[in-house]
T-cell receptor, first 114, second 112 residues
Framework: EPEVTQTPSHQVTQMGQEVILRCVPI?????FYWYRQILGQKVEFLVSFYNNEISEKSEIFDDQFSVERPDGSNFTLKIRSTKLEDSAMYFCASRYDRAAGELFFGEGSRLTVL | TQLLEQSPQFLSIQEGENLTVYCNSSSVFSSLQWYRQEPGEGPVLLVT?????EVKKLKRLTFQFGDARKDSSLHITAAQPGDTGLYLC????????????FGGGTRLMVKP
């Protein structure tokens, strides 16, 4: 069964360092998302991506964040200069089209900023 | 900003009991989804409801979408320890963007 895969599963970094989280969405899906979940809190929307550009982003997704789909299969989230409060689980998701509401989530990447 | 409020936040019951989890909003959604999340994993879709008043059953789980498409409920009959987990509702409004808005979740523990 097709699935969304994410790497790394866990990354520990020092405050101020750059981090890139990688995702391979389901191959025929057209919409891509990043969500995050701080420990014990709700799943929060960060950004959606369609047709090689950002379609929506939340207030969390500030200038420190960027997304890219460099090669048609990977979908990456870059945090330019990590802060302690960026520590969270980051989930990538994809869906086939706008009418089909189901999002398929990856297993997540746990980011720990020290 | 569309908000989804889930209640209760925590629920601890004995095996065999029934329970209902609620998901409420003041906003109308095009569809509403229920996910289950295990610790350290991503949310896994259980069901999508689209039509106001729609009822869907998934074995012992019954999902209902409110007539006005602002609220939903999840009812579990004869809960089992394997039902333990975090249940999340999430709403999608096709007229107001492309993202799914999650509720805060209901953490269910079913004791044997």
């Amino acid at each position: 069964e097709p699935e969304v895969t994410q790497t790394p599963s866990h990354q520990v970094t020092q405050m101020g360092q750059e981090v890139i989280l990688r995702c391979v969405p389901i191959s025929n899906h057209l919409y891509f998302y990043w969500y995050r979940q701080i420990l014990g809190q709700k799943v929060e929307f960060l950004v959606s991506f369609y047709n090689n550009e950002i379609s929506e982003k939340s207030e969390i997704f500030d200038d420190q964040f960027s997304v890219e789909r460099p090669d048609g299969s990977n979908f990456t989230l870059k945090i330019r200069s990590t802060k302690l409060e960026d520590s969270a689980m980051y989930f990538c998701a994809s869906r086939y089209d706008r009418a089909a509401g189901e999002l398929f989530f990856g297993e997540g990447s746990r980011l720990t900023v020290l | 900003t569309q908000l989804l409020e889930q209640s209760p936040q925590f629920l601890s019951i004995q095996e065999g009991e029934n329970l209902t989890v609620y998901c409420n909003s003041s906003s109308v959604f095009s569809s509403l989804q229920w996910y289950r999340q295990e610790p350290g994993e991503g949310p896994v879709l259980l069901v999508t409801v689209v039509t106001g008043g729609e009822v869907k059953k998934l074995k012992r789980l019954t999902f209902q979408f409110g007539d006005a498409r602002k609220d939903s409920s999840l009812h579990i009959t004869a809960a089992q320890p394997g039902d333990t987990g975090l249940y999340l509702c999430a709403g999608l409004n096709n007229n107001a963007g492309n993202m799914l808005t999650f509720g805060g979740g209901t953490r269910l523990m079913v004791k044997p």
